[in-house]
């Protein structure tokens, strides 16, 4: 059976760069930090002092006060990214299309902040006092099931939890449902908001995130004296159109997804593979199944989470794909801007590489100063770079060994 086409028609955000695309893709090309003193939990408690929260975020700009109430925060923001993508893909849902659009969002820890304040509850007033919405709210789940419920969306529903390479699976598999014929629309990505006490509490006792108190200079990915990554939160949806829908309507085509694979590690809980093998067998398993070689990648926006051993294993694991070609195409992390969005990261920088595609420039990795001997790849320093651009990778990668790899094209007839 030919595989169907599928294409890039609408992006929606909501990150600690901005409440939408335009004003984070705006401080994304001028180098714009989104890291800040972290305030939603007492900084004072722990040895990380800095995050990328968004500030502001109203969400009765996009649901009712009372809709609002039954969400935690991490689906707020998913629908609110998702109201916006559908509204910039002009695509109507209706009765009669209903069914042949679906929903495919995901989330590394789900409601948290909706946990740790029920569990308070229960803990001072019995269980009659915690809220009935508790476990609705809760769920991964639940950010697709209200996205659904929101648009309208009846078809093709489901949600991935695979850590930090959750929105990158969500996408491909969400690519893949097109794909094969089960939907001609798929609305996807990932949401997180991980800023709670007992999540920094978590990350700051593995050791994962930076204790560096400057929020300028804490997420430098690559840079050698990288000591951790910054949380962020917020959420990154694209709408995935089969090609022939999309042009029939006159959709705006941003790109074309063209290959997706997702592989396991099968060694550690929190550390990657040595060399990045797990990873590197992601990279190529996606260039097959775009039909790519290697050297017509022109881009890749990393993982690069500003861990050392991340870091290093990446760009280990793109020299074994890449070869001498590794030297020549671009690498970058975002991150160093929006910090590490976990569950959501891979959502909104699909959103930055079909732009980067779409506007022919490449995001800088910014706080990159001391140059590591073991990453010697053109990181986009500092600066972004004014390059057309045909073909651009996303990488993604988890705890629990989850690599997920998706590739973007230049949309052509």
Same mark, same amino acid.
């Given at each position: 059976?030919?595989?169907?086409?599928?294409?890039?028609?609408?992006?929606?955000?909501?990150?600690?760069?901005?409440?939408?695309?335009?004003?984070?893709?705006?401080?994304?090309? *001028?180098?714009?930090?989104?890291?800040?003193?972290?305030?939603?939990?007492?900084?004072?408690?722990?040895?990380?002092?800095? %995050?990328?929260?968004?500030?502001?975020?109203?969400?009765?700009?996009?649901?009712?006060?009372?809709?609002?109430?039954?969400?935690?925060?991490?689906?707020?923001?998913?629908?609110?990214?998702?109201?916006?993508?559908?509204?910039? !893909?002009?695509?109507? =849902?209706?009765?009669?299309?209903?069914? #042949?659009?679906?929903?495919?969002?995901?989330?590394?820890?789900?409601?948290?902040?909706?946990?740790?304040?029920?569990?308070?509850?229960?803990?001072?007033?019995?269980? #009659?006092?915690?809220?009935?919405?508790?476990?609705?709210?809760?769920?991964?789940?639940?950010?697709?099931?209200? /996205?659904?419920?929101?648009?309208?969306?009846?078809?093709? *529903?489901?949600?991935?939890?695979?850590?930090?390479?959750?929105?990158? *699976? !969500?996408?491909?598999? %969400?690519?893949?449902?097109?794909?094969?014929?089960?939907?001609?629309?798929?609305?996807?990505?990932?949401?997180? $908001?991980? =800023?709670?006490?007992? !999540?920094?509490?978590?990350?700051? %006792?593995?050791?994962?995130?930076?204790? *560096?108190?400057?929020?300028?200079?804490?997420?430098?990915?690559?840079?050698?004296?990288?000591?951790?990554?910054?949380?962020?939160?917020?959420?990154?949806?694209?709408?995935?159109?089969?090609?022939?829908?999309?042009?029939? #309507?006159? $959709?705006?085509?941003?790109?074309?997804? =063209? @290959?997706?694979?997702?592989?396991?590690?099968?060694?550690?809980?929190?550390?990657?593979?040595?060399?990045?093998?797990?990873?590197?067998?992601?990279?190529?398993?996606?260039?097959?199944?775009?039909?790519?070689?290697?050297?017509?990648?022109?881009?890749?926006?990393?993982?690069?989470?500003?861990?050392?051993?991340?870091?290093?294993?990446?760009?280990?694991?793109?020299?074994?794909?890449?070869?001498?070609?590794?030297?020549?195409?671009?690498? &970058?992390?975002?991150?160093?801007?929006?910090?590490?969005?976990?569950?959501? $990261? @891979?959502?909104?920088?699909?959103?930055?590489?079909?732009?980067?595609?779409?506007?022919?420039?490449?995001?800088?990795?910014?706080?990159?100063?001391?140059?590591?001997?073991?990453?010697?790849?053109?990181? /986009?320093?500092?600066?972004?770079?004014?390059?057309? =651009?045909?073909?651009?990778? &996303?990488? !993604?990668?988890?705890?629990?060994?989850?690599?997920?790899?998706?590739?973007?094209?230049?949309?052509?007839?």
């Amino acid at each position: 059976m030919e595989k169907r086409r599928v294409v890039v028609t609408g992006i929606g955000a909501v990150t600690p760069l901005g409440k939408d695309v335009d004003t984070t893709w705006n401080n994304i090309i *001028n180098g714009v930090s989104g890291v800040k003193p972290l305030t939603r939990v007492n900084a004072d408690e722990y040895p990380a002092k800095v %995050a990328a929260e968004i500030r502001d975020f109203n969400p009765e700009d996009f649901m009712e006060k009372k809709e609002a109430r039954k969400m935690d925060r991490f689906t707020q923001f998913a629908v609110a990214a998702s109201i916006m993508a559908v509204k910039d !893909s002009k695509l109507e =849902i209706t009765d009669k299309n209903a069914e #042949r659009v679906g929903v495919w969002v995901g989330s590394g820890i789900g409601g948290m902040e909706t946990f740790e304040q029920q569990y308070e509850t229960f803990l001072k007033r019995g269980y #009659r006092r915690v809220s009935p919405f508790f476990v609705p709210m809760l769920i991964p789940d639940m950010a697709a099931g209200q /996205v659904s419920i929101t648009l309208g969306a009846k078809g093709f *529903n489901s949600c991935t939890v695979t850590a930090c390479a959750t929105g990158t *699976n !969500s996408i491909g598999d %969400a690519f893949k449902v097109i794909q094969r014929g089960e939907a001609d629309v798929m609305v996807s990505g990932g949401a997180e $908001a991980p =800023i709670t006490r007992m !999540s920094v509490a978590g990350f700051c %006792a593995n050791t994962a995130l930076s204790t *560096n108190t400057d929020p300028q200079t804490a997420s430098r990915p690559f840079d050698k004296n990288r000591d951790g990554f910054v949380m962020g939160e917020g959420a990154g949806i694209i709408v995935l159109e089969e090609l022939e829908h999309a042009l029939a #309507r006159g $959709a705006k085509i941003y790109a074309e997804i =063209i @290959g997706y694979a997702a592989t396991g590690d099968a060694y550690h809980i929190t550390a990657p593979a040595p060399a990045g093998e797990g990873g590197s067998r992601a990279m190529k398993a996606a260039l097959h199944d775009g039909g790519l070689t290697p050297d017509e990648v022109d881009y890749i926006n990393a993982h690069g989470t500003s861990t050392d051993y991340n870091d290093k294993y990446e760009t280990m694991a793109i020299k074994e794909v890449f070869g001498e070609h590794a030297y020549k195409l671009a690498v &970058s992390s975002t991150k160093s801007m929006t910090g590490h969005l976990l569950g959501a $990261a @891979g959502g909104i920088e699909a959103i930055f590489s079909v732009l980067a595609i779409d506007e022919g420039i490449i995001p800088p990795t910014i706080n990159y100063e001391t140059p590591d001997p073991e990453c010697d790849l053109d990181y /986009v320093p500092n600066k972004a770079r004014k390059q057309d =651009i045909d073909i651009v990778m &996303s990488n !993604s990668l988890g705890f629990g060994g989850h690599n997920a790899t998706i590739v973007f094209k230049k949309y052509q007839d």
